[in-house]
């Protein structure tokens, strides 16, 4: 059966870092784009970032995350990641990992993590 | 707020047919056909119910069904079951730049 399990969350001081994990299984991993995805307590989906395949193109919301977050993949381990910097309480969400739909440009998600919380607070 | 417009509520008695809207601009719903859809059950990962403006994966009633005209994309559900109560998130290409736009959501309850 195809898995997608996220860990790393937790509580993080404003300013602090985190580092999110995707476990994929079930599936060749190796063989499709990966994204992130969020929501605030209550709030909606908001796209955070995705990955190619083989990992060399890399794609960001266009909005304040670019630059203080950072994804990555290591197929022979078949995990995402995400790196989270100079974290803000507006980041504080449920962040959900997602398997994107084979094709061009892949930004339909067909499976889902059940989201790892990450809260952002002194 | 978000990217593309969807009502922030909809609804309609089992066996009815409901749609929903998402507007967006032709950066992104208008000019691409690569719109989706989600269902999100409380406390639930969401479900794609539909990509690329029309097509349905495998598992997913033939009830709902997507099409788009200009810069809306709709979704309709016919056939209301009480299952379907849930929140509806559209989601649209929106280049490389911004890449994917998602809707506000729209609550969709079963009278």
């Known amino acids: 059966e195809v898995h997608l399990v996220e860990s790393g969350g937790g509580l993080v001081q404003p300013g602090g870092s985190l580092r999110l994990s995707c476990a994929a299984s079930?599936?060749?991993?190796?063989?499709?784009?990966m994204h992130w995805v969020r929501q605030a307590p209550g709030k909606g989906l908001e796209y955070v970032s995705g990955?190619?395949?083989?990992?060399?193109?890399?794609?960001y919301a266009a909005n304040s995350m670019k630059g203080r977050f950072i994804i990555s993949r290591d197929n022979s381990k078949d995990t995402l990641y995400l790196q989270m910097g100079s974290l803000r309480t507006e980041d504080t969400a449920v962040y959900y990992c997602?398997?994107?739909?084979?094709?061009?440009?892949?930004?339909?998600?067909?499976?889902w993590g059940q989201g790892t919380m990450v809260t952002v607070s002194s | 707020q978000s990217a593309l417009t969807q009502p922030p509520s909809a609804s309609g008695s089992p066996g009815q047919s409901v749609t929903i809207s998402c507007t967006g601009t032709s950066s992104d719903v208008g000019g691409y056909n690569f719109v989706s859809w989600y269902q999100q059950h409380p406390g639930k990962a969401p479900k794609l119910m539909i990509y690329?403006?029309?097509e349905r994966p495998s598992g997913v009633p033939d009830r709902f069904s997507g099409s788009k005209s200009g810069n809306t994309a709709s979704l309709t559900v016919s056939g209301l079951q009480a299952e379907d109560e849930a929140d509806y998130y559209c989601?649209?290409?929106?280049?490389?730049?911004?890449?994917?736009?998602f809707g506000g959501g729209t609550k969709l309850t079963v009278l």
């Open positions: 690329a403006v029309t």
């Open positions: 989601s649209s290409y929106a280049g490389y730049s911004n890449f994917v736009a």
């Open positions: 990955i190619s395949m083989d990992g060399r193109s890399t794609y």
């Open positions: 079930g599936f060749t991993f190796s063989s499709f784009g």
């Open positions: 997602a398997r994107a739909v084979t094709g061009n440009p892949g930004v339909a998600f067909d499976i």
